[in-house]
């Protein structure tokens, strides 16, 4: 019994130095006293470490050992993660694995039993799978955040279209001199002049160059009395501008004839305030240029007729009297018959000579014609409005006279019949009316631009991406500077193409971009025009559309049969030019953009799918 005492105790001791399996049986053989035949015994241990590595001081084990083991973790991990159904639920697990005291982390107590040789790869290994399990924990959480967010939006769901109490529910309204200016820009966007709002092209404080000097008045001319202003500056060389002709001189800098551009915005002058003057008010300006003998006096007194006969109606009496202006030779002012009297509404000119040489533009080879007036002047004709303050005092009984747009109402107000406010009789009488006699009646579509809309309309240029970089705040978006040869520099674009684009891969990339659209942010990044691409049907795949190795920067994509101009910005936006145009827009069998089955190419031949992408839209 003794002797099978010290065998069982030193088989425990011996133990301590090889692996210990689960209930390991321990066979131990003695001999008996009295008999020369071996006696078994047989003795089981408890588990005592969860980890087979975790191994005496003295053993070494290899780091292929190892990178078994964390393999067996990861597989667990992965069980796990596919089923936790919450993001706790998936942090908990995080914790369990990659915590202090998880098997990952603990897998660095190893070192002292690698070989020299091994040692140095320890921590590679443990950072790539702690790597990879923190990629599987980021996805499955996102995921489940995304689900959580739409069952709470499924739950919190409230219809909104459900009808208030009344259809003149105290919401506030339009105000009169934001309807005139709209309905003033939308009329000359409708003969493609483009809008020009942006703050650095039109710029509420600037420099005397381009509020006077740019404009024919040096420092001594006796029209800036009619134009004192507000300094910001000793020198007076900053100020509050006085007119918005300064976004002409801006805009012929940085573009070339020919040009249309209508120029709204906020003025200023020190003028006393009464009921006919105040130091802030609005202007808006048109300037047209083009090859000399192609604009002439005749043409600027069509235009202004046609926007003055759609301002205050198709009978409305216009008068042109010779005038003067010092950017404007020869210059006229506008008076129309309104109401039973003349009265004087705007002034308009050839553009001098002068001022195209200052902007840097060639008298010899351009001219063409210029106009303004004033909004709240045309707004107290309109709406017969008596002081000028009115526009500026808040007073809500002011504003409830007014429709909410510009073309509610507006016939019979030219007509000289008064504007219907809503009254509490008038009030209770449609609510009470059935549903659908209550539908808002639908604003009147704008007439489509000449000529059909095809794939001409598009100003599609060759580009290259000079730079690129992650948007800061959508996950989705790249943001890159793409070059299309336009003397401005490069455009400044956002792609929504990270799920399918590496950024490295993208410095270089000759793309196509679409031109003629107007500056849009996304997610705050201001973007000017498009990327076009192919892509399969289901959206999965998409592919950059690449111009020929030969084509210029800057060039032009055509489409054999489809020689239109293209539109301006205002158009492709208004008339909803893309909705029309993309549906005929696909990639052929060998990967080469069409439309309607036409090819879009450059002088050194058709655009292509980058991997030639078939029958894509």
């Known amino acids: 019994m003794m002797l099978r005492t010290a065998f069982l105790l030193l088989a425990a001791a011996h133990a301590s130095a090889f692996t210990i399996t689960p209930h390991t049986q321990l066979k131990v053989h003695t001999s008996g006293a009295t008999s020369n035949t071996a006696a078994e015994y047989s003795y089981s241990t408890p588990h005592c470490r969860t980890s087979p590595l975790f191994m005496a001081d003295t053993t070494e084990i290899s780091i292929d050992d190892i990178k078994a083991e964390l393999q067996q973790h990861k597989q667990d991990f992965d069980a796990k993660m596919n089923e936790a159904k919450n993001v706790s639920e998936t ?99 409708s003969l493609g002049y483009d809008t020009v709002t942006d703050c650095a092209d039109s710029p ?27 300094y910001l500056t000793p020198d007076l060389g900053r100020m509050l501008r006085t007119h918005t002709s300064a976004v002409q001189i801006r805009q012929l800098e940085k573009r070339q004839p020919p040009l ?58 216009v008068r042109f009297r010779g005038s003067y202006f010092p950017f404007t030779e020869p210059s006229m002012e506008v008076d129309v ?38 909004v709240e002047r045309f707004a107290m004709v309109i709406h017969q409005i008596q002081d000028i303050r009115s526009f500026f005092n808040g007073d809500k009984r002011f504003l409830e006279q007014f429709p909410h747009f510009y073309d509610e109402g507006l016939t019979s107000m030219l007509k000289g019949e008064s504007s219907k406010a809503p009254t509490a009789s008038t009030e209770s009488a449609v609510a009470e009316k059935p549903k659908e006699e209550q539908k808002p009646q639908k ?75 107007k500056t849009r942010k996304l997610v705050g990044f201001p973007s000017h025009g498009m990327v076009l691409c192919a892509a399969s049907e289901d959206g999965s795949k998409v592919e950059f559309i690449e111009p020929p190795a030969d084509a210029e920067i800057g060039e032009r994509v055509m489409c054999e049969g489809y020689d239109g101009e293209p539109a301006t910005e205002n158009q492709i936006l208004k008339k909803k030019m893309l909705d029309k145009i993309f549906p005929d827009l696909s990639t052929d069998s060998n990967g080469v953009a069409t439309f309607n089955g036409v090819q879009l190419s450059t002088s050194a031949g058709p655009c292509v799918a980058q991997n030639k992408m078939a029958n894509s839209p």
């Not at 018959?337 to 010899?364: I, Y």
């Not at 978006?477 to 003397?487: A, M, V, Y």
């Open 91 to 189: 942090e908990a697990i995080r914790v369990e694995y990659l915590g202090k005291k998880g098997p990952i982390n603990r897998a660095m107590s190893y070192m002292r039993n690698l070989p020299n040789e091994d040692k140095p790869k320890l921590g590679a290994v443990v950072n790539q799978i702690k790597s990879e399990l923190e990629g599987v924990i980021s996805e499955r959480k996102e995921m489940l955040q995304l689900s959580e967010i739409e069952n709470q939006m499924k739950e919190e769901a409230i219809d909104v279209t459900q009808p208030g109490l009344t259809p003149y529910a105290d919401i506030g309204r339009r105000h009169p001199l934001s309807m005139v200016m709209e309905k003033a820009v939308d009329i000359f966007t």
């Open 204 to 230: 509420e404080i600037e420099t005397d160059y381009y509020c006077f000097e740019a404009l024919n008045c040096p420092k001594d001319h006796p029209a800036r009395d009619m134009q004192d202003t507000f």
């Open 260 to 317: 249309r551009i209508v120029a709204p915005g906020r003025v200023y002058r020190k003028d006393d305030i009464d009921a006919t003057h105040s130091m802030i008010f609005h202007q808006i300006e048109i300037l047209a240029l083009d090859e000399r003998g192609k604009l002439n006096l005749g043409h600027l007194k069509g235009t202004v007729e046609h926007f003055l006969k759609n301002m205050f109606g198709p009978d409305v009496k």
């Open 337 to 374: 018959f309104f109401r039973g009297k003349w009265l004087e509404v705007l002034g308009c000119g050839m553009v001098d000579p002068n001022v195209l040489t200052m902007a840097g533009v060639d008298p010899e080879k351009y001219s063409g014609f210029a106009a303004g007036f004033g």
């Open 443 to 517: 604003k009147e579509n704008s007439p489509p631009p000449e000529g059909d809309i095809d794939v001409s309309k598009l100003d599609i240029r060759v580009g290259v991406i000079t730079k690129a970089w992650l948007h800061e705040e959508a996950d989705k978006l790249f943001c890159e500077e793409i070059d299309i040869g336009e003397e401005s520099g490069p455009r400044q674009i956002a792609s929504g193409l990270r799920a399918h684009y590496n950024l490295e891969d993208l410095e270089g990339q000759r793309v196509l971009v679409l031109a003629n659209l």
